[in-house]
């Protein structure tokens, strides 16, 4: 495994990444787009356009962005599986999430559908994996981010780690579409 950190909103990225990690391995069996953000002001009343389309760019053009630069190895070795980390905001809408994360959300909830309806024929599948809340440095620009005492109920990374890599290491003629991960 290998993690190469790059500006995901930009689609010459994602297309230079895959061809290095083609050159370096030969192939790329797996792909993981975890990459995601929100803002401060985030409710309709206070959210800009521009702070809208930013988003957008990160949270879902981004994960098409590297969809886009991988589908082609992959369907070329027929095989392959797509992770997309996405969040419950991407199954139901709420207002602690903002309508921007949301929208984006909702969009990579409907990129990983796509991907399993028009791929899985020629060996690739995608998981779209909902985590609930998680206690990474993102909870800072919430309005009012988390006490230590509640990020300690939330989920931690590893946990979500650990939904991805079921998502990979099952047997090639199984797919987990969805899976949603939440704090007891």
């Known amino acids: 495994m290998r993690t ?4 995901v909103s930009d689609p010459d990225a994602a297309s230079r990444v895959v ?13 993981v787009n975890a990459a995601g953000t929100n803002i401060p002001r985030r409710s309709f009343e206070v959210l ?12 879902l053009n981004g994960t098409f962005h590297f969809v886009h630069a991988v589908l ?4 070329r070795q027929r095989e392959g599986t797509i992770v997309n980390v996405v969040s419950d905001a991407g199954l139901i809408a709420n207002a602690k999430a903002g309508p921007a994360y949301v929208a984006s959300k909702f969009g990579v909830t409907g990129l990983t559908q796509s991907i399993n309806a028009e791929e899985r024929d020629r060996g690739i599948r995608a998981c ?4 609930g809340d ?5 909870l800072e620009k919430r309005p009012q981010p988390p006490t230590p005492e509640a990020r300690q109920k939330m989920l ?14 099952l047997p090639h003629r199984a797919v ?9």
């Open 4 to 7: 190469l950190p790059c500006d």
């Open 176 to 184: 987990v579409e969805q899976l949603v991960v939440r704090p007891r």
């Open 48 to 59: 800009s356009v521009e702070e809208f389309h930013a988003l957008v760019e990160v949270n």
């Open 72 to 75: 082609p190895m992959m369907r």
């Open 156 to 169: 931690q990374p590893e946990d979500v780690a650990e939904c991805v890599m079921l998502a990979i290491n």
């Open 134 to 138: 998680i206690d990474t440095p993102l």
């Open 19 to 31: 061809r290095d990690l083609e050159s370096q391995f030969g192939s790329v069996h797996a792909l």
């Open 128 to 131: 779209a994996v909902f985590p």
